[in-house]
């Protein structure tokens, strides 16, 4: 019983003595589960926390045994940046603060890379070493996971993400739009499905209705490289100081 426990998500205020074979099992604050770290709010924190750690310590192990730009790069691309865009989608209900957090390892390695002294922005260091923003990867990875939910290419325990129903009316823009939900909180609001079934919505109708995996990989990425496109799909929802970092849809 020593290996067991339990956690409690939602309302973190309940006093209860859970027992097995007459052990009492002790309460967990967080629990790892597939290398990701929930805690009782679902926040997401401590596992982000973790990522960022483990992620500035391998970039410190690759700039001081590589000196050649091309090989830092390259292992960064191999081994730090999938560990920032592991489930990418629960991310969706962090804070801004901890998004912040993640963005701000890329924005390290781009100045070890080129320089403490280099006047570019964030955004223009990316794109001069290849590195898309991670937000703006984030963004393109949740697009095509909630494509395959939608297309049930990739599984899901409930049905939460489904087609709206056709209009009987020929109104333009209706094709292939998904049924969304009305949260009653701003922390439901920001989950996956809801934010995504939104952002979803949004996307053109003639990316809205392909059927190909490949064909929308390649739409939406040519879609997303696009500033206009990106300003397209939802209204401003960081403040400026930190649209530059984190892009304007808070992904």
């Not at 939406?220 to 849809?249: K, M, Q, R, W, Y």
Request: aromatic share 10%; charged share 20%.
């Amino acid at each position: 019983m020593a290996k067991c426990g339990w956690i409690c998500f939602g309302d973190t205020s309940l006093n209860l003595d859970i027992t097995i074979d007459g052990e009492v099992l002790s309460r967990l604050h967080t629990v790892v589960d597939l290398g990701r770290r929930y805690s009782q709010d679902l926040s997401f924190t401590e596992h982000i926390l973790k990522q960022t750690s483990k992620s500035q310590r391998l970039i410190g192990y690759i700039t001081r045994n590589l000196y050649n730009t091309e090989s830092r790069i390259l292992m960064y691309k191999v081994c730090a940046r999938p560990r920032l865009e592991y489930c990418t989608f629960i991310l969706s209900s962090a804070l801004i603060k901890k998004k912040l957090r993640l963005e701000s390892v890329q924005r390290r390695f781009t100045l070890r890379i080129l320089g403490a002294d280099c006047t570019l922005t964030y955004n223009s260091r990316c794109n001069k070493l290849g590195l898309g923003p991670l937000w703006g990867r984030r963004l393109k990875l949740n697009l095509i996971f909630f494509f395959k939910l939608l297309h049930k290419l990739s599984f899901t325990s409930d049905n939460a993400i489904q087609y709206a129903e056709t209009s009987h009316y020929d109104i333009r823009n209706s094709l292939a739009l998904v049924k969304q939900t009305h949260p009653k909180s701003s922390l439901y609001m920001n989950y996956f499905t809801c934010k995504f079934s939104r952002l979803w919505n949004n996307l053109p109708q003639s990316i809205r209705t392909i059927k190909s995996l490949q064909l929308f990989v390649r739409c939406i990425d040519a879609h997303c490289s696009s500033e206009n496109a990106l300003n397209g799909l939802a209204p401003l929802s960081v403040s400026h100081s930190t649209s530059d970092i984190l892009g304007t849809l808070n992904v």
